[in-house]
């Protein structure tokens, strides 16, 4: 890594930084793939730990020997800023100690990332960065294998997301599903039954499914305000719903997810 003291906010060297938003780094044409931001130094570890490249790193100088142990052989510019110019520069206060422009690691097959796996989670067109990050970490800890999320679904990689996930989406198997019946067909030729978590009156209740499950399942959850699409219902094999209590017909998608993972889990 090399130290580069900066102290002006218009620095070219610091565009990846000067308040862009997460949609406008995903489609830079340069570099190819476009970025993400990492922040914090629990974040960027855990990229590293996954691969991925930085760009280059932005930081106060009291961050730099929680840095240093984790890019000392990382061939990376470090640009080192009093705290008001990271402020000018980002837009916030930085709290997290660094942050990190990385490059987005190029995104495995549907059918390379369901090769081995047994239990998967589909998300469509889920906008809430927040309850992506939430469900990745569901994911995480319940030990499902992967998710996959539909073209216009929030970005896995969106500062957010990472940040609810606690990193989960750096560890976590994804890629993008393509749309229905596509999607659909993909799964199925990987050996997988959909079920869809709705509300229907012909719904099986997750205890009874959960009872005999097959052996590879991928769990379908829907976006937050009208759930799953007419497309997505039409091409699950199974409709599940949790029961509920006291008049309250469904959960958060996110804690709907955790509690189908947990139900569904794989004892090994």
Known sequence: MQLVPV??????????YLRLTDVVLRRLSEPEGGLYIAESTKVIQRALEAAHRPRSVLLQEKWIPDLEPLLADVDV???VAP??????ITGFVLHRGALASMHRPEL???????????????LEDIVDHTNVGAIF???AGLGADAVLVTPRCADPLYRRSVRVSMAAVLQVPWTRLPEWP????????????????ALDDEAVSLDA?????????????????????????????????IPMQRGIDSLNVAAASAVALWALRVVP
């Not at 102290?7 to 990846?16: G, I, K």
């Not at 097959?109 to 090769?115: D, T």
């Open 83 to 88: 705290p008001e110019l990271l402020q000018q």
């Open 108 to 122: 495995p097959s549907v059918a390379e990332l369901l090769r081995d796996a047994r239990r998967v989670v589909v």
């Open 77 to 79: 510019d470090v640009y």
């Open 209 to 241: 499914y959960a009872a005999d499950p097959p052996e590879r399942v991928a769990l379908l959850f829907g976006t937050e305000g009208d759930g799953l699409s007419r497309a997505a219902l039409t091409n699950a094999d199974r409709v599940v719903t």
């Open 7 to 16: 102290d002006d906010p218009a620095d070219p060297r610091l565009t990846d």
């Open 182 to 197: 596509q999607g659909a067909d993909e799964l199925h030729a990987a050996g997988f039954e959909i079920a869809a978590l």
């Open 137 to 139: 970490r569901a994911v």
